[in-house]
């Protein structure tokens, strides 16, 4: 069964999360706030974003900041865009039309922080990498 393995890769990421966003809230930021950035657009966002293999065989993470692009995500100012135009909402980023193959080796996307002030929890799965990809463009591409 993969309930622990899945509770422990949440309690990890969560935990990562946690730890990545206390200097924020040590600085001022921090919900209903306006944060480091100060963006009253739409763009302003912590995000900590996690792939995981099928039952959590490898998990890998990274911090996205937004408007400025900090942390290390390979594609953070292209991800920026696409969440800002989705309004934060990894499920309606437009993502990148291309075509997969139907191999099934799942992939679990997640996001958790805040977007312009408002927590966010998102996590979805996709039959496989490329199709995961196709969905949500450059946001998960780390």
Known sequence: MSL??????????AA??????????????????AGRHGRADGTDGQLFLTVSGA???????????CPDADGHHSHAAEACMALNKAKGDPGRVPGAAHRCTRQYDPVTATAEGEWNGRP???????????????????????
């Open 55 to 65: 039952q959590n065989t490898w998990i890998r993470g990274v911090q996205l900041s």
């Open 16 to 33: 990562a999360l946690l730890l990545l966003a206390a200097p924020q809230a040590a600085a001022g930021g921090g919900p209903g706030g």
């Open 120 to 142: 966010l929890v998102w996590h979805k799965t996709f039959p496989n990498a490329c199709a995961l990809d196709a969905a949500t463009g450059p946001v998960f591409r780390f």
């Open 4 to 13: 622990p393995r899945t509770a422990a890769a949440a309690s990890a990421a």
